[in-house]
């Protein structure tokens, strides 16, 4: 997990937004996909975790 200060503003902001959906995986997911907002929708979209379920 990426600690937040290695995040920019803009990425502290997204991580943020995503966190009501993903929840406590929302940091982990958003750096597991590179930090890319694109991946990571293709990663949610094919994913059967809990999270990315909505």
């Given amino acids: 997990m990426t600690a937040s200060f290695d995040l920019t503003a ?18 982990a997911l958003y750096e597991a996909n590179g930090r890319s907002l694109h991946r990571l929708t293709g990663f949610a979209r094919d994913s059967s975790m809990p999270c990315c379920q909505r």
Avoid: T
């Avoid at 803009?10 to 940091?27: F, N």
């Fill in 10 to 27: 803009q990425q502290r902001r997204i991580v943020d937004a995503l966190r009501p959906i993903l929840g406590a995986e929302a940091d």
